[in-house]
């Protein structure tokens, strides 16, 4: 089973939330993002549950870049731009996405902009579900197989506390009552080999994302610290070689600790230019930067 990653952007806010002030729009986005994620792993469970010795294949986080190529009258310009399914499951020799969508709030149904309970606008969330569809579907049809693959795609409401008015019946839309027995339903065998489609979507993917930037902070603003990779609360240091996360009841040792500070400080902006008192100093200084130096030298760590 391939893991699901977590999205740059949320690390990036996680580990700020520790170590600096972080603005009130982007602790909204911070949950946005935490519920977002919670929700991907949701369905990744339901649907890895059910595919568990079968032969399905499901696909998290394929994103791939599209060219889109605008015209007016006086030139032709083209740019290029991306697109990220959360999931694509292949099951039954019929493909299917699903877009996964964790809100914490309840929506009004509408062919066009979806809106709030109070009338406010919100958006229009099948746009983005079509707009996806025909990426894919063109993409698939680059694949040379010479199949002309159909794509179900789904939106999927996975907070079971959500309710969805006016929802008419038929449209591609699941809500958390009607997930289970989607799945139910669609996961099968496939019969036939998907090798070629597989190896073409791997060579098609994209590993970074072009929307993945560096965080807006500097290296001196960052508190040092030692945190916990799961839940980013403070480590408890038990001994010389040992932390813990009372949290969540997992100890971690000083190499695995130092290795997550480079990792951390890697995602927050990979341009740093790190040394190991850079390190020691984020650390809070619990590691020192000898350690780090002779850690470097033994191959156990990387800056
Ligand atoms: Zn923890």
């Given at each position: 089973m391939i893991l699901r990653y977590k999205p740059l952007k949320l690390e990036q806010l996680e580990i700020l939330k520790c170590r600096a002030v972080v603005a009130a729009d982007e602790v909204n986005e911070l949950g946005n993002l935490k519920l977002g994620w919670e929700g991907e792993g949701e369905l990744d469970r339901m649907i890895d549950e059910r595919m568990a010795g079968r032969n399905c294949i499901h696909l998290k986080d394929y994103r791939f870049s599209v060219s889109q190529t605008g015209n007016d009258s006086r030139k032709v310009s083209r740019s290029t731009s991306e697109v990220q399914i959360d999931n694509i499951f292949i099951a039954g020799d019929l493909v299917f996405t699903f877009e996964v969508k964790k809100y914490n709030f309840d929506l009004v149904y509408s062919d066009t902009v979806w809106t709030f309970t109070g009338g406010d606008k919100f958006k229009n969330l099948m746009q983005q579900v079509s707009r996806h569809n025909d990426a894919f579907r063109y993409l698939l049809r680059q694949s040379g197989n010479g199949a002309d693959f159909e794509v179900y795609s789904c939106l999927v409401f996975?907070?079971?506390?959500q309710t969805i008015y006016?929802?008419?019946?038929?449209?591609?839309i699941l809500t958390y009552s009607g997930i289970e027995k989607f799945l139910d339903r669609i996961v099968r065998d496939n019969h036939y080999s998907h090798d070629r489609l597989l190896d073409f979507l791997e060579s098609r993917r994209?590993?970074?994302?072009?929307y993945d930037g560096k965080a807006?902070?500097?290296?001196?603003a960052l508190a040092g610290g030692v945190y916990c990779e799961h839940c980013y609360r403070e480590l408890e240091r038990v001994n010389r070689n040992k932390y813990n996360c009372v949290k969540c009841n997992e100890n971690f040792d000083l190499l695995t600790v130092t290795r997550r500070l480079i990792n951390e400080l890697k995602m927050l902006n990979e341009d740093w230019k790190l040394d190991s008192s850079i390190i020691a100093k984020y650390s809070g200084h619990q590691i020192s930067s000898s350690y780090i130096r002779r850690q470097k030298q033994r191959g156990n760590i990387d800056y």
């Open positions: 996975i907070n079971p506390k006016n929802l008419p019946y038929g449209k591609n994209l590993t970074k994302s072009m807006n902070i500097e290296l001196d």
